[in-house]
């Protein structure tokens, strides 16, 4: 349930995204998911490397959401006025914190020695620049939420350079099943995608590919 009242200061609003859009069931089941794609078939050795796995899942989900809210900000200030950022004064305030999030990531990243994601964080939010400004993204809601939920599969990839172990195709194979699961919750989810006729043949592609990699994946382990 989002929150209706329009606080007055920037704390109080913070508060207020942060319960309804963040601190959620489904935010929770997102970060249980993707750090069980990061795990998978084996946990780190390095406690270490586990919160930082940790911490990094929460942060880029986190940013993203923030960051997936504010572009669409004039879009659901007709749809969801009720949303803590539709009736909010301190958007640019959030900008900020979203910006703030990225530069904690990359920060994180940097100071742990870790070139290569710090490298791949860079490219994507160059690429997720890039989409957010595409005129057509509205337009051709298809296409534009598969592009959306690309991040997630990246995120597992990108957590997963933190530790040691390569990136060998059983960790390919997770990520794709994540991207199928996700997808398929979001037409699930959305009562648009839900009604269009296309979207349920795809998600239901997309369910017989997430099987068929389910028992893929066991004969790599």
Known sequence: MEIGDVSK???????????????TVP?????????????????????????????LAIVLISMFRLWDDLADLNQDRIEHPDRVLSGTDH??????VCILLGTTVLAVLLASGNT?????????????????KLPWR???PLVSYHLLILKYPLFVILISTCDDRPINQLRLI?????????????????????????CQLI????????AGLVGFSLTVI
């Open 91 to 96: 958007a640019r305030l959030f900008q900020r």
């Open 27 to 55: 935010m929770l089941a997102l970060v249980v998911l993707l750090l069980t794609a990061v795990w998978f078939p084996l946990l780190p050795n390095s406690i270490a490397i586990i919160c930082l796995q940790v911490f």
């Open 203 to 210: 998600a239901g592609t997309e369910l017989v590919s997430a």
């Open 174 to 198: 997770i990520a794709l099943l994540a991207y199928f699961l996700l997808c398929i919750y979001e037409v699930i989810h959305d009562p648009v995608l839900r009604s269009d006729t296309r």
């Open 9 to 23: 200061s920037f704390p109080d609003d913070l508060r207020g995204y942060v319960a309804s859009r963040l601190r």
């Open 116 to 132: 290569q994601a710090s490298l791949g964080f860079s490219c994507l939010v160059i690429l997720f620049v890039c989409f957010y």
């Open 138 to 140: 509205a337009d051709w």
